[in-house]
């Protein structure tokens, strides 16, 4: 049992080296993320804060969990996988967020050109997957649903670019999404060490210890944002874990934080355009509750006891 504990030290350590060694770095060059103009206008004293924090924590994670897995022997195909993942996605935000810091402004590259990489890098990761031999029937709590055969490499394209994209809104306060991270990568760890699935457990793990280190930095008041390419890595790899752990569905109630941000946008925009009214104050709907009074760190506590709770309970199903 002890030897688990290696990638969340492992992740911890060089992700609390480096986060610092980004933040004066993006400091001397005077380099910050601009803040969107109709956004919440207590926000705007966050311009100017560093950005693309997860280039910290996707260093880390690749190099602890290629250290972790050699040494305890349990690399195969699937660790190929979730790296490719998070490096990938990692790259495409990267590529938005240089955009955003260099050219002064919020908006990075156009959507169809960042959805189209997406969707590239979800269907080789789907591919991959599916002629290793991998199973294509979808599951929940360990019961096997339907076999959607080479039809799965659908739905592995719209459950990674849906899920990159819903953490990817989610990353608004705080440490919001760092927090529901730890939390959700834990838990698939506790499934994958049950599953005996130990390469997927040092990935998660190896998250877990990076983010957790990542969060004394990026916790109200943030010193440096996670930025796109943290977010969309996150979200790409939360759905990698679920797909090879075959607890597809499980990722809606353990994400279910990330579901509702996406689906409170979604509603707002389709509502607004049927009555040119609003459901919401603002969306994603966190911004709703700070527009209704809530602080900051409230909805941020909140929305982690939520991923908390629902994680948990999932793990009371769980056979």
Known sequence: MKEWLLPLIVGFVISFILTPVLITYFR???EGQMIREEGPKWHEKKSGTPTMGGLAFIISVIITTLICTFILKTQNLTTVLLILLILSYGLIGMWDDSIKIF?????????SQKFSLQVLIAIVFGFI???SGQSTVISIFGHNL????????IFVVLWI???????????????LVTGLSIISFFTYGIIAYVQHQYNVLIFCLSIVGSL??????NRKPAKIFMGDMGSLALGASLAGVSIILKQELSLIWIGLVFVIETLSVMLQVGYFKLTKKRIFKMTPIHHHFEMSGWSEWKVVTVFWFVGLITSISYLLLYR
């Open 28 to 30: 001397s060059k005077k």
């Open 103 to 111: 050219k002064r402004q919020n908006e990075g590259f156009k959507a």
């Open 129 to 131: 997957f599916i002629v």
């Open 146 to 153: 339907f076999d959607l055969g080479y039809l799965y490499i």
């Open 161 to 175: 670019t849906g899920f990159s994209n819903a953490v990817n809104l989610t990353d608004g306060l705080d440490g």
């Open 212 to 217: 957790i280190a990542f969060l004394l930095y």
